[in-house]
């Protein structure tokens, strides 16, 4: 389940590359194009302290 923690940067890293995919078409610059990849970094961001908070505060279990 730590891999979980780690779905937030994915997302980010995504929205990262269509706005850098944007970045350098140049003509493809559209609004639509830019609040996607703007919304994905945020949420992805959000996701990422939420889950990193929610799974690194369990106990530990003794195996």
Do not use: C, R, W
Request: no cysteine; hydrophobic share 50%.
């Amino acid at each position: 389940m730590k891999g979980i923690t780690y779905l937030g940067i994915l997302v980010e890293v995504i929205g990262a590359a269509i706005l850098i995919y944007l970045g350098f078409a140049g003509t493809g610059q559209t609004n639509t194009g830019l609040v996607i990849g703007l919304v994905l970094v945020i949420v992805g961001f959000l996701l990422h302290i939420f889950l990193d908070k929610k799974y690194n505060s369990l106990p530990e279990e003794n195996q």
